[in-house]
Every structure is written in C-alpha cells, then in structure tokens.
C-alpha cells in the first residue's frame, strides 16, 4: 500500500468521525467502563516495519489517531529474516530509537514474540521464551508494562493461548470481526486491509468487521476459474 493510499483511509476515518484508540483505551473500557469515543477504531501493526515509522506512524499523527506496533524484540533494528528465507524481500524493521521516540508521541508498541516463529511448533519452554521474553524485554526498552501481544502470523493453539494469557492482558488473532465486551481478550479479532481495496471495502470493514464487496470479488473470482479436466 502507498502512502498515499493510506492517508486517504486515514482521512475518509477522520471526515466520517472516527477516532483512534489504543488497546489501553479499549482495555480501560472493558475492565472500568472510561468511555470510548463513539466511533472507535484501533490500527494495529504487525512486524514494525521501518516503512510504517517513516510514512503511517506521521499520517496518524496528523489525523490525531492512536495505534499498536507490534515488535520483535530480538530482530529491532534488524530484517525480516523469517520472511526471506522464504523468498520474500529484505524490508529494514524499526530500531529501539524509533520505538522510543514514537512510544513518547503516545503509539502504543506490544509484543509479537522475540524471533516471529510458529509459536504451535514449539516445545513449550520455547514458547515461554518467546512469549513472555519479547514482553519483558520491550518493557525494559518502552519503560512501562507491555499489555498486547499479536499472535505471529495468527498462528495459535490452546498451549500458547494460555501462555499469552498468564503475560498479557489483550492479544490479537488474525480472525475478522469486531470486538465486544463478549470477545475473548485472549482472541481479538482484526481485519486486513488490502492495497486493492476501495474506501468502500474500508467502510463495510469499519461496519461489520470484514467486506462484504472483497468477498463477493473472490467468489466471482472463484465462478470464471475454469473447470478442471476429471
């Protein structure tokens, strides 16, 4: 997605009356009723990237909009090495300064494991590791406890859940939908937002958690793929 793009969102949010919160807000919300604004929405950043300080991070500013980058501590400063053995392009990721810099301008930043592994696949003194370590150490890195954790690549078992839970308070899955005083903490669902997707995708993401236009484009998608042989 170009910045561009992404301001464009952020500005349709904004002109609609959308304000953005943190997890903090939302967990202030569920545990001690403070209000939320009346149209919240959460933007949640997984991997932080450095292209999200360099170009997202400034248009949130603008519009005045929270969100939660969600850190490798083991790989600041570093790349997306999880990624590129598997092809991928090499993309820089935030370093401890800009985590710093930007958690001073009121971004939140949670845990996203140390070293992005399928937490699933690990024996569970690594999962440990790798969960309640990445908290700790971004902890010592933004000063102050860490309450979100984003489950790497929306991988989880029951296991890890139970982990996640006995560290953080909120943690993030891959599943669409909103969220309610009825969702699993432990589960907060998302939705991805694509670089192809129109304003009226955002406004039906924004409305029911998932687009009804981008799930209607697959399945024509889907009815002219052509027969094959039997």
């Known amino acids: 997605m170009t910045p561009e793009q ?51 991070l400034p248009v949130l500013r603008r519009y005045g909009f929270g969100a939660v980058v969600f850190v490798m501590t083991a790989q600041l400063g570093g790349t997306n090495a999880w990624d590129e053995g598997e092809g991928a392009a090499t993309l820089r990721l935030m370093t401890a300064d800009q985590v710093r810099e930007w958690a001073a301008q009121g971004i939140e930043f949670g845990a996203h494991s140390r070293t ?17 370590g990445s908290g700790d150490e971004l902890a010592r890195l933004w000063g102050t406890r860490v309450i979100s954790f984003a489950y790497p690549c929306g991988v989880f078992d029951d296991e890890v ?40 995708d955002l406004a039906g993401q924004v409305r029911f958690g998932w687009s009804p236009l981008r799930r209607l484009r697959l399945r024509l998608s889907r009815a002219k793929r052509p027969a094959l042989p039997t």
């Open 116 to 132: 992005h592994p399928d937490p699933t696949q690990l024996p569970r003194v690594l999962v440990s590791e790798e969960v309640a």
């Open 6 to 56: 992404f301001e464009r969102q952020v500005r349709w949010l904004a002109r609609r009356g959308y304000t953005g919160i943190r997890p903090s807000d939302w967990l202030a919300w569920c545990r001690e009723g403070k209000p939320l604004p009346e149209k919240p929405v959460l933007f949640t950043f997984d991997d932080a990237y450095a292209d999200t300080a360099e170009h997202a």
């Open 161 to 200: 859940r139970q982990t996640v839970k006995g560290t953080f308070d909120l943690a993030f899955s891959c599943e669409e939908g909103l969220n309610t005083l009825r969702t699993d903490p432990q589960v907060l669902r998302r939705t991805m937002v694509l670089p192809d997707d129109s304003l009226i």
